[in-house]
């Protein structure tokens, strides 16, 4: 079995950490041209360092032999202001992902398990994300994670 350790991003983590974003867009942008466009850089040093810093994201990476073979990033969301509402506060998954060289080694129920370990410091009602449709992969891991759907976002072309 592979030997992977899991711990949090730092400043330089940038390029490993990119290329798993960019496989993550390129299965985004062949599924949804028309809302992705093409890009090298999915996300940028700007943004990736804001992610790093900040001490209401959780972001860790799984890493094998010095490689950055998986990620995942929550974001611990305000509590909402809306009177209509309950208060709650929320843990919302911004991105899991595993290296396509490196899957079906469980890395990805590590990282969501240590994601989901490290939200419950934050005192968070739920865990909460967004998968697309086409992603059958990734529905049928969340779902084994004992995820559920909430709710659906629906469109039509126009």
């Not at 079995?1 to 490993?16: H, T, V, Y």
């Not at 995942?72 to 969301?77: D, F």
């Not at 129920?109 to 992969?137: G, H, I, Q, Y």
């Amino acid at each position: 079995m592979l030997e992977i350790a899991i711990r949090d991003f730092n400043i330089d983590d940038f390029k490993g950490v990119n290329i798993l974003m960019n496989q993550v867009h390129k299965l985004h942008m062949d599924s949804r041209a028309d809302i992705y466009r093409k890009t090298d850089e999915p996300i940028s040093n700007k943004d990736f360092l804001r992610i790093a810093n900040d001490n209401n994201i959780i972001s860790i990476l799984a890493e094998t032999n010095s490689i950055i073979v998986g990620l995942c990033i929550i974001s611990i969301k305000p509590v909402s202001s809306n009177i209509a509402l309950l208060a709650r506060k929320v843990a919302y998954m911004e991105d899991l992902c595993v290296h396509q060289d490196y899957r079906k080694q469980r890395i990805g129920k590590r990282l969501f398990n240590e994601a989901k370990d490290r939200t419950l410091k934050f005192n968070v009602d739920s865990l909460e994300l967004m998968v697309w449709e086409f992603n059958k992969n990734a529905i049928d891991f969340y779902e084994n994670q004992g995820m559920n759907t909430r709710s659906r976002i629906m469109e039509m072309k126009l």
